[in-house]
């Protein structure tokens, strides 16, 4: 079945240390993009790819880093330069309309 | 810039009553918009969009949306209410920015209470 992959489902995190949460589509999808959720606030978006190789700052950029190698993945590394990281992370892909979501990762500071 | 203002971050309802989940956008052009369905601890899915063809979408699970130019809106409804539709609902608009960049930014959320 095609669709959206995110890994690992919970995630937790000493102070100080980067990790990186994956993403892998198999739906052949051009875009793909990461968003934050925290209550109350929504989506905010961290960071978008449009094609293999390009990818830009959205609203939240600060603390955070891309790649995208490849046209299926595009993982997300949470940095220790980011101050509050402890939020539902969501990634989704889109081609012409609507972008599709994957489950999302819970990532918690400890 | 382009955004969503969802009216209501909560709303709660009897079951077998009216929902009406609101939705005002602002763009500049004729926008793609979307509703979405959240439930705990998951990822969204799609309930209905809006792509300049009709002004009234129907989605899935009994839900439709109206999309009036004249008052910026795109609301949500469904005739009568179920406990299963107990969610989070996020309105979202899809658009280019000036770098020639598609995005998607979505509202703050609508949490839906379904009262038996």
């Known amino acids: 079945d095609g669709g959206i992959t995110q890994s690992p489902k919970y995630l937790f995190r000493k102070e100080g240390q980067n990790v990186t949460l994956s993403c892998e589509q198999n739906?052949?999808?051009?875009?793909m993009y990461w968003y934050r959720q925290d209550p109350g606030q929504g989506l905010r978006l961290i960071y978008y790819?449009?094609?293999?190789?390009?990818?830009q700052k959205g609203d939240i950029a600060e603390g955070y880093s891309v790649s995208r190698e490849k046209k299926e993945s595009f993982p997300l590394t949470v940095t220790s330069a980011q101050k509050n990281p402890t939020a539902f992370y969501l990634c989704?892909?889109?081609?012409?309309?609507?972008?599709?979501f994957g489950q999302g990762t819970r990532l918690t500071v400890v | 810039a382009q955004s969503v203002t969802q009216l209501g971050s909560h709303v709660s309802v009897s079951e077998g009553a009216l929902v009406l989940l609101r939705c005002n956008y602002s763009?500049?052009?004729?926008?793609?918009l979307f509703w979405y369905v959240q439930y705990p601890n998951q990822g969204l899915q799609l309930l209905l969009k809006?792509?300049?063809?009709?002004?009234l979408v129907k989605g899935i699970n009994g839900f439709e949306a109206e999309f009036k130019k004249s008052e910026t809106s795109f609301h949500l409804t469904k005739p009568s209410a179920h406990m299963s539709d107990a969610a989070e609902y996020f309105c979202?608009?899809?658009?280019?920015?000036?770098?020639?960049?598609?995005?998607?930014?979505f509202g703050t959320g609508t949490k839906l209470q379904v009262i038996p």
């Open positions: 989704a892909s889109s081609m012409v309309t609507e972008a599709f």
């Open positions: 979202a608009v899809r658009h280019m920015n000036s770098g020639g960049y598609q995005k998607v930014t």
């Open positions: 790819s449009q094609i293999v190789n390009d990818f």
């Open positions: 763009s500049s052009v004729p926008p793609y």
């Open positions: 739906l052949n999808h051009d875009a």
């Open positions: 809006y792509t300049s063809a009709a002004t």
